[in-house]
C-alpha cells in the first residue's frame, strides 16, 4: 500500500512562480513512474509531468520550457517547479505513485487528494 500526499499549491500572480511537493509512503520500494496531473473545472484531468525512479522525464507540451519535475528517491518525494505560470496553469493538482508488482508483473496507481493552484492575471 502506498499513500501520496501534495502540498505547496496557493494563489499566485500570473508569471509567478510556485514548487509542488509530492511525498510517497508505505511500500515505496515499489514505486517505478510518480507523476504529476492537473484538472480544471469542467475539464479531464490531463497529464503534467512524470518521471520514472531512473530519472527519465516526459513533459505536456503545454508546460515545457516552463515546469520541472524532479525526484528525490531517498526522500521518496517527487517536485514540480512551476515557472512562468499563466491563468491557464490554474487547476487542482495531483500526484500519481504507480506501483510494480514484481510478482505479477502489474502497475497499480495510487492518487494524492490533490492541490489548488490558482494563478491570478
Known amino acids: 500500500q502506498v499513500h501520496v500526499v501534495e502540498t505547496g499549491g496557493g494563489l499566485v500572480q500570473a508569471g509567478g512562480s510556485l514548487r509542488l511537493s509530492c511525498a510517497a509512503s508505505?511500500?515505496?520500494?515499489?514505486?517505478?513512474?510518480m507523476a504529476w496531473y492537473r484538472q480544471a473545472p469542467g475539464k479531464q484531468r490531463e497529464l503534467v509531468a512524470a518521471i520514472t525512479r531512473g530519472g527519465s522525464t516526459n513533459y505536456a507540451n503545454s508546460v515545457k520550457g516552463r515546469f520541472t519535475i524532479s525526484r528525490d528517491n531517498a526522500k521518496n518525494t517527487v517536485y514540480l517547479q512551476m515557472n512562468s505560470l499563466k491563468p491557464e496553469d490554474a487547476a487542482a493538482y495531483f500526484c500519481?505513485?504507480?506501483?510494480?508488482?514484481?510478482?505479477?508483473?502489474?502497475?497499480?496507481?495510487?492518487w494524492g487528494q490533490g492541490t489548488q493552484v490558482t494563478v491570478s492575471s
Open positions: 508505505g511500500s515505496v520500494f515499489s514505486i517505478n513512474t
Open positions: 500519481k505513485a504507480v506501483e510494480y508488482n514484481s510478482v505479477t508483473y502489474t502497475n497499480r496507481d495510487y
